[in-house]
């Protein structure tokens, strides 16, 4: 199952807009702070915050439709 959800995490944010998932890759895998991660995407904070927030929640449905097709009731 571990497997499974790795891969569907992938898939999710290799599905999403560049630009989000330049915001979830900085801040959630390189742990670089919001204006750490402006200052490398060339936008403010705010703009970040927001890609993050579209991100976390696009991969965030994605993963729930997964775990829905695959049975789990949970």
């Known amino acids: 199952m571990d497997h499974e959800l790795h891969a569907d995490l992938d898939a999710a944010v290799r599905a999403l807009d560049p630009r ?3 915001a979830l890759i900085l801040v959630d895998v390189h742990d670089l702070s919001y204006s750490e991660a402006a200052a490398a995407m060339g936008v403010p904070v705010g703009t970040v915050m927001s890609r993050l927030s579209r991100a976390r929640d696009r991969v965030r449905k994605s993963l729930r439709f997964s775990t829905l ?3 789990d009731p949970s």
Do not use: K, P, Y
């Open 20 to 22: 989000f998932r330049a």
């Open 69 to 71: 097709t695959l049975g």
